[in-house]
């Protein structure tokens, strides 16, 4: 914080100093061009009898969070790319900090915004969908993240079931989330290389990394296994008409943990839209995703979707609604995990063009014979610098 404080008093020179523009954290120098940008972001959550998705808590917490984004450009071609984040993990949760860097890479890119081709190599956020690039907290309109994103599904990522009773049985558990995986562990910081360019209204991607959707943040950074767990992702975008944005995705590659013997893939395909009119802005993904697991007959599917709205109030204050879904398929006649539904409500203020106050409330409801009480408050508070 300190070095911050710094950046931000020689930003304030009204001559300038050591080549800083006046009011940003701005260095330039020949064809050298740096901006330290960040958000800083606390946030309380009121959890029910129990924490619902990815959440890891008992009681009611305070979750701060520091993230450093530093973008520099080389020339007319290179950009490197650096976020660090300080907090309590990627997921919230009680207790605990670490600091990390998220994402790192460099990127080549040749041509001009709409009719362009990039080349990016290190370590970077999924392609997949439409809420990953929105996901931080002064974009995202609500606090949490979509059910897709977040609901604890009983795939294991380290011991596999002993057979179709001992997976079935998982159903009727709290959730083992040091064991089981998410469809899409978002944002899915991986490792790899990611090809992509725009053409007019088509834009296109294809990334070759070391994690598939589910797998777990542990699993996201370089290692020299990484060329044995090869994952491909790929999405397709286009507009189709003004204010329409249609994006088709696919991944497949090895989710399980690193030393665990055997491999089993997962296949994820979906579609993202996103519509803007006015005061009004709608998103939505559909996925559907299979599941290898040892010990099955039968590969595990299920299908998730959310969708979300949002409208401008005022200037400064919007409301926002969320609504998803999870459903899974059969085997032997009997689903394999519980059907779950999610339900946002929220709204956001923005107090300052860059300080914005956000309240949610989430409901959670599963099928089965009890319920989860998995219910949930949320505020925040974010500034972007």
């Known amino acids: 914080m300190k070095v911050l404080l710094l950046l931000f008093l020689l930003a304030q020179d009204d001559e300038g100093f050591l080549g800083f523009d006046p009011g940003s954290f701005r260095f330039t120098e020949g064809a050298f061009d740096v901006l330290v940008t960040g958000i800083a972001d606390l946030e309380f959550y009121a959890v029910d009898r129990t924490a619902p998705g990815l959440i890891v808590a008992d009681d009611p917490f305070l979750q701060p969070r520091l993230t450093l984004f530093l973008d520099a450009g080389i020339g007319d071609h290179f ?31 040749l041509g001009e915004e709409e009719r362009s ?5 290190g370590k970077f956020a999924t392609l997949l969908g439409n809420f990953v690039v929105r996901h931080d907290s002064m974009q995202n309109p609500l606090v949490r993240a979509p059910l897709p994103y977040d609901h604890v599904t009983t795939i294991g990522d380290r011991v596999p079931p002993a057979d179709l009773s001992g997976q079935l049985a998982r159903r009727d558990i709290d959730d083992l989330k040091d064991l089981w995986v998410p469809m899409i562990w978002g944002p899915l910081y991986h490792t790899g290389a ?16 070391n994690a598939a959707p589910s797998e777990r943040p542990e699993e ?17 975008g286009f507009i189709p008409l003004f204010g329409f944005k249609v994006g088709l995705n696919a991944a ?22 996103e519509y803007s009119f006015g005061h009004l802005l709608l998103f939505g993904e559909l996925y559907w995703s299979q599941w290898e697991v040892s010990n099955l007959a039968e590969d595990l599917s299920a299908i998730a979707y ?4 949002r409208y401008k109030l005022s200037p400064g204050l919007y409301v926002a609604a969320r609504w998803g879904q999870i ?7 009997e689903a394999w995990d519980r059907d779950s539904w999610r339900a946002e409500l929220g709204a956001g203020y923005f107090i300052y063009v860059n300080l ?9 409801e599963t099928d089965g014979p009890t319920d989860s009480g998995d219910n949930l408050g949320a505020l925040s508070l974010s500034l972007a610098f």
């Open 79 to 109: 950009v490197v790319f650096l976020q660090a984040r300080a907090d309590r993990g990627l997921d919230p949760r009680e207790g605990g900090s670490e600091v990390r860097a998220d994402e790192f890479y460099l990127r080549y890119t």
């Open 117 to 121: 081709l990039s080349l990016q190599i």
């Open 194 to 209: 990611m090809l992509f360019g725009s053409l007019g209204d088509f834009d296109a991607r294809l990334a070759l990394t």
């Open 220 to 236: 996201w950074n370089p290692d020299k296994d990484d060329f044995d767990r090869v994952a491909l992702s790929a999405r397709l």
């Open 252 to 273: 497949h590659g090895p989710y399980r943990r690193r030393g665990v013997p055997g491999r089993e893939d997962q296949t994820l395909l979906g579609v993202d839209l």
């Open 306 to 309: 959310y969708v979300e709205a």
């Open 327 to 333: 459903h899974f398929s059969s085997i032997a006649g």
């Open 356 to 364: 914005l106050l956000k309240a949610e409330y989430e409901w959670n």
